[in-house]
């Protein structure tokens, strides 16, 4: 079990001291280490299970704090950063020396964010460290919103849990970058596209499907519940797996009344896909830890949060 609490102090020396904290972020949790010391870079990897070829996120607290590792010249990508941090977009930048080449998995450019979390902000304050953190689940599986989430299964591998309730948007950051002077968007995220295509205009989309090394925690099968996973018309699929017990994700204030012998999630009631989006990740651990054989969730409307969700739930699903 690792020790949880909201000693921003103490947190901040463990990092200090090369040791992994997990961090409260709008987003998701983040496995947090040191950026500048690569020990502790490695720990993350190790901790995860995750392969070196996937990158690391860099926080920092403040713009100004960047240019020490990075460098933010292109006039579109400032303004998407003056305009949405601290918030969940992670912009890809050029990548200074300072920062190891393991955070970037030896690419040029380096992810950076500034999240939007009083604790972890000030954290990161107090520190004046950049904090590499990836999400703070083991490699594929669902990302945690709750400290919760992370202590049952990460608990024996980080040293403390900075608790800071649960995350307010439940989605990873949206990954913005430039290729051949295009604004691309590389993952699908709590920042929905429709709200960065207000401020930089018409974006191209970068998502991957396979494991391409371009994105590389783009692996089409993550986000996954062990559990088979299956998205579509609710009532189609509940009834073609009839002779299972089921867990449904359901949304909307549609009648489920039928389907009262199996277990039933509502993402949101009042078809909210920003409540949708802070619920799914939640009700996927909830269904994975049940005694339900299959986990069917209703595919959402393709627009602000419900594009990332969907795409969440693509990489998660069986087929
Ligand atoms: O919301 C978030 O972004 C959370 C919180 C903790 O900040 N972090 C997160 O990190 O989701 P992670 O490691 O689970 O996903 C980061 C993804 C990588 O898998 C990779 O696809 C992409 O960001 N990435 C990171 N650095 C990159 C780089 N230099 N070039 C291309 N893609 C990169
Ligand atoms: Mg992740």
Excluded at 151 to 173: A, M, N, P, T
Excluded at 262 to 287: M, P, Q, T, W
Aim: glycine share 8%; charged share 20%.
């Amino acid at each position: 079990m690792a020790q949880t609490g909201n000693n921003i102090r103490l947190a901040g020396r463990l990092l200090l001291e090369g040791k992994l904290v997990a961090i409260p972020t709008e987003t998701v949790y983040g496995l947090a280490a040191n950026a500048l010391n690569e020990q502790a870079v490695l720990k993350i990897f190790e901790a995860k299970n995750r392969p070196h070829f996937d990158p690391l996120i860099i926080h920092v607290h403040h713009i100004d704090a960047l240019s020490k590792y990075t460098t933010l010249d292109d006039d579109r990508l400032k303004r998407l950063a003056e305009t949405f941090w601290p918030g969940p977009l992670t912009l890809l930048l050029p990548k200074k020396a300072t920062i190891p080449d393991l955070v970037s998995s030896g690419l040029p450019q380096v992810a950076v964010r500034i999240p939007n979390h009083d604790l972890t902000l000030a954290l990161l304050k107090a520190t004046n460290i950049p904090l590499a953190a990836p999400s703070a689940n083991p490699f594929g599986y669902v990302s945690p919103t709750e400290p919760a989430h992370v202590q049952k299964q990460l608990g024996e591998k980080v040293d403390y849990i900075l608790d800071g309730g649960v995350c307010s948007i439940g989605l990873e950051s949206t990954i913005v970058g430039l290729e051949d002077g295009k604004i691309c968007v590389f993952r699908l995220g709590g920042l929905a596209l429709e709200k960065i295509e207000k401020i930089c205009g018409p974006v191209e989309m970068r998502i991957n499907n396979s494991s391409n090394p371009n994105a590389p925690g783009q692996l089409k099968s993550h986000y996954a519940p062990k559990k088979p996973l299956f998205i579509g018309d609710i009532d189609a699929l509940a009834e073609v797996n009839s002779l299972n017990k089921l867990a449904l994700l359901c949304f909307g204030n549609k009648d489920y009344s039928r389907h009262r012998h199996n277990l039933v999630f509502n993402l949101s009631k009042n078809g909210d896909l920003d409540e949708a989006a802070i619920n799914l990740f939640k009700y996927l651990r909830l269904a994975d830890d049940s005694d339900a054989e299959l986990i069917i969730c209703e595919t959402l409307p393709e627009y602000g949060l419900g594009r990332a969700i969907n795409d969440r739930l693509r990489r998660a699903s069986a087929g």
